[in-house]
């Protein structure tokens, strides 16, 4: 079954220049799922239009049009990459009669294809259970090298919850992938809520040896600490899958989400986050998931989703 839709040219679109200074202007639109084998780095960018997961899981829907929001968004920003680095935007995966579990499949089978080929993977939700999906294509590439992967999930929530009728759902990714994965989970939450979180998930947290830093203690003014935890972690495994839930953001940043929390993290103390990751060189994969496009405010999500696409991607493939 085919669950991919051919990317539109259209959800690329921006400022005018005569000079490739625009992302919509360097974005190459690949039809069919045609992977591109050329050698050499590439940024591979695949949405998922899917929210059953959310659904499952009782949230606002809505983050079924979050990747061409985000693909719009990230058009009109300026072009700070290297002219030879192909961007390649390869569609959207979907949910067909409410199969998540088979768009799922074809998602790990897409990221470890993109992986194979030298793609640096960046996908946008959908909700988060796109992680599950996307860590399990990771976790066979790295697998195949004898590689320890950590992950790394800025967020209000684990994310750890149990199944529902032995299905999973955008609050259980990260259960799932340590069920699967039980010897080869390593796993770091950052901007925890405990509003959002009952004490069963920090049981679960703890059984599973997550390591987690509170919203309380993910501040500026903790810089130091921070720093420290999140380096210690990237020295214990090998590469990174970084997984940012724009709920995790403080609602008066980004409103339209799932689950919005006026209590969670600023931009700031996120950037630097992403900075010190991708100095780790050990960065493999990215996914930006939860963005609601029903529910922002001029689009506000959405350019904070955009801008941390593409800083990630600029910090890591420019050196200066």
Known sequence: MNLNQN??????????????????????????????????????????????????????????????????????????????????????????????????????????????????????????????????????FVGEKNQKLGIINLDAHFDLRPLVRDKGHSGSPFLQLANEYPDNFHYLALGIQRAANPRSLFETAEKLKAKYIVMEDFRLHNWEFIQEQILWFIDSVDKIYLSIDMDGFSSAFAPGV??????????????????????????????????NPQFDQDNATARLAARAVEYIVRKKFVTQ
Do not use: C
């Not at 929390?261 to 630097?272: D, E, H, L, T, V």
């Open 7 to 140: 990317p539109s040219p259209f959800h690329w679109s921006g400022r005018k220049s005569e000079q490739t200074e625009y992302w919509h202007q360097a974005v190459q639109t690949i039809s069919n799922l045609k992977i591109s084998q050329d050698a050499g780095d590439k940024i591979g960018i695949l949405g998922y239009s899917g929210e059953e997961g959310v659904i499952r899981n009782q949230g606002r829907i809505g983050t079924i049009e979050g990747p061409s929001v985000i693909r719009k968004m990230l058009g009109s920003i300026a072009l700070h990459l290297p002219e030879n680095l192909p961007i390649l935007d390869y569609g959207d995966v979907f949910t067909l009669d409410q199969d998540m579990e088979a768009s799922h499949d074809a998602i790990t089978r897409i990221t470890y294809d993109l992986l194979a080929s030298k793609h640096f993977p960046v996908l946008l939700g959908g909700g988060h259970d796109l992680a599950f999906a996307h860590g399990r294509g990771v976790q066979k």
């Open 258 to 291: 799932s689950a919005p929390s006026p209590m969670g993290f600023n931009p700031q103390i996120a950037f630097k986050v992403f900075e010190l990751i991708v100095k780790s060189k050990k960065l493999i994969s990215l996914d930006v998931v939860e963005l």
